[in-house]
């Protein structure tokens, strides 16, 4: 019997292992990790994105910027993943205008349109999950977050309010390759509140991507109205 419990106990512990909260039961392998941004060598930095302090800088508080940094290491869009980073918008009288986590095929030296289109609008081969903090038309209001295809930010799909300025927020995307659903939860690392789920949205990746391999990365800009917007920290899990 005691033998019997403690192989019980042992197949108990390694599916618990295995399993990242908010996807199945599965087997995973860290293709990246960033405790912070000092070493940049695997990331591309295009347009006003840079490195200060160890965080990842894609807007600099100034007028009509637009940046980008894409990782070299690819993800195969056909596979479950996760993906956590930590992000702080700060600056500016009326801030503007956002950034996004970004899956993109149009290659790692690209740079969307600045202003409202926060550094992925014109990418028609993305899917971006966006964090926008200023009103433009079509948006529903001047705080949300969005999932958003085909490069059309000014057309999200849907969108949920909520606060996203002058505080660091932990986002956590999750996508199961089976279902094709992709979720966003969002907490304040600062106030130490508890994980939200904003979004639930059906995409297919490999449709809306136009190929098995993307970049990933992020994207930021300002128009008129400006912020600095950085990243301070990047994990990506895949199923094997």
């Not at 908010?22 to 990331?43: E, H, M, Q």
């Not at 930095?45 to 965080?55: K, P």
């Not at 149009?106 to 966006?130: F, N």
Request: avoid cysteine.
């Amino acid at each position: 019997m005691r033998r019997t419990q403690l192989v019980k106990w042992t197949v108990t512990a390694l599916v618990t292992a295995l399993t990242i909260p908010g996807l199945p039961a599965l087997g995973y392998r860290k293709v990246i990790r960033y405790a912070d941004f000092s070493d940049t060598s695997a990331l591309r930095l295009n347009g006003t994105a840079a490195v200060t302090g160890g965080a990842l800088r894609l807007t600099s508080g100034l007028r009509s910027q637009a940046g980008t940094a894409w990782s070299t290491t690819r993800l195969n869009t056909e596979k479950t993943f996760q993906t956590t980073f930590d992000v702080s918008m700060t600056g500016g009288v009326t801030h503007a205008d956002g950034l996004a986590f970004v899956l993109q095929t149009d290659g790692p030296s690209v740079v969307g349109g600045r202003g409202g289109s926060i550094g992925y609008g014109g990418l028609t081969h993305s899917v971006a999950v966006e964090l926008d903090t200023y009103r433009n038309p079509n948006d529903p209001d001047n705080s949300h977050v969005a999932i958003v295809t085909g490069g059309k930010s000014d057309d999200p799909a849907t969108a949920v309010s909520v606060p996203l300025f002058g505080q660091t927020l932990r986002i956590r995307i999750n996508y199961d390759a089976q279902t094709q659903l992709m979720k966003v939860r969002l907490r304040s690392v600062e106030a130490g509140t508890a994980e939200v789920k904003l979004l639930t949205q059906e995409v297919d990746l490999r449709e809306a991507l136009g190929s098995r391999r993307a970049w990933m990365g992020f994207t930021a800009a300002t128009g008129q109205e400006m912020a600095t917007q950085e990243i301070h920290n990047w994990t990506v899990k895949v199923a094997r």
